[in-house]
């Protein structure tokens, strides 16, 4: 015989523990009755015209800004920047154009390359000169201007 087998002969399968006659049939109203009453829900607020339409009038704002981001982005990249096939004809078209124009004009080049470029471009200063119509003052026509090569690096 098994241990369990011993036990329950021994003492049997009562417990002792008993449930009350009809506690199961009482237990549902003694729990309701103790428990504090349900709140009533709140009447809601109507909603106004602006509370109702203002994630579209955020969402319009954003779009707008996105535009207008996009706008100043493609300005500043646009293909119409200075360059130095015709020097004087580019900077006399930029100045023509309203002040907040001139952002796109800006430069995105270093100085090392816009000077390497110059360099490549104009063999001597009277070229340099005749193209831009500048005249160097006495103490410079004589001051020597090494030309780098593209095997050189910057200092």
């Known amino acids: 015989m098994r241990k369990e087998e011993q036990l329950i002969e021994k003492y049997g399968r009562d417990s002792g523990y008993r449930v009350p006659e009809g506690y199961f049939e009482a237990l549902n109203s003694k729990i309701m009755a103790d428990l504090p009453p349900y709140p009533e829900a709140e009447k809601t607020v109507p909603m106004s015209l602006w509370q109702r339409i203002k994630p579209y009038a955020y969402l319009a704002a954003m779009f707008a800004g996105i535009w207008a981001m996009m706008n100043v982005f493609h300005r500043i990249s646009s293909p119409e920047t200075l360059n130095l096939d015709n020097p004087p004809a580019a900077i006399a078209s930029a100045m023509e154009l309203e002040t907040d124009d001139y952002v796109r004009y800006i430069s995105v080049e ?41 095997s050189e690096k910057p200092v």
């Open 110 to 150: 270093n100085d090392y390359a816009l000077e390497r470029e110059v360099s490549e471009s104009y063999s001597s200063i009277d070229e340099f000169e005749a193209d831009f119509g500048y005249n160097l003052k006495p103490e410079f026509e004589t001051l020597e201007i090494p030309v780098a090569t593209l």
